[in-house]
């Protein structure tokens, strides 16, 4: 894709803006580091825009703020205050609207998961978001908890304009195809194969 290029055109009838501005289905994948980073920092760019963000986090405990949850919300408090970039709002198991459960075995977990997919669900028919972030979405789908084809049936057919971006490793298949932009990050070396523990500022 030499200077922003295509490397070619599509025969589908659409102007070339109607093509450039089509929502798009992200899935970031792979054991390589960087999946939550990347999208996160899509979540700059579109808040920079005036985008309305939604990160919805599906595994990560509740007791664990990493860096970008707090300069994305002060972002959105700044958006209130002045009017500059977009909303955000950000959402995690433990607490919030869907996460209530705070202990709990496989089956509470799972039940959790199942609500704060429809939640999603329903903010997808408001189109309340302009972006929306399903940080680790790919673990409930593999673990069986959400159902892969209800997931890809919303988001092929989900209304508006919106952005949706999923992260997590093992991506299932059905997902990568109805997926616009698939990017694997590929671990090749990582401090902790040294032994050497997660460190502030490069792990949060």
Do not use: C
Not at 105 to 116: I, R, T
Not at 129 to 141: G, K, V
Not at 175 to 203: C, F, N, S, W, Y
Request: glycine share 12%; aromatic share 8%; charged share 30%.
């Amino acid at each position: 894709m030499p200077k922003g290029q295509p490397s070619r055109v599509p025969d589908d009838g659409l102007t070339t803006r109607q093509r450039r501005n089509r929502p798009l289905l992200m899935v970031h994948t792979g054991d390589g580091k960087g999946k939550s980073s990347a999208a996160f920092g899509l979540a700059l760019r579109g808040w920079n825009q005036g985008w309305r963000i939604g990160v919805f986090q599906f595994v990560k405990s509740a007791k664990w703020r990493i860096g970008e949850q707090t300069v994305l919300e002060r972002l959105g408090r700044l958006h209130e205050e002045t009017g500059e970039g977009g909303p955000v709002e950000w959402h995690k198991m433990g607490s919030g609207w869907s996460w209530s459960r705070k202990q709990g075995d496989e089956v509470d977990h799972a039940s959790a998961a199942v609500e704060g997919w429809h939640e999603i669900t329903r903010r997808l028919a408001e189109e309340r978001h302009d972006l929306l972030i399903l940080d680790e979405f790919t673990y409930p789908m593999g673990w069986g908890w959400v159902d892969v084809d209800e997931v890809v049936d919303v988001l092929t057919h989900r209304p508006g304009h919106q952005h949706v971006v999923i992260t997590g490793r093992r991506a299932d298949p059905r997902l990568i195809d109805a997926a616009d932009l698939v990017t694997e990050m590929a671990k090749v070396k990582h401090p902790m194969d040294a032994g050497q523990k997660g460190q502030r500022g490069i792990e949060w």
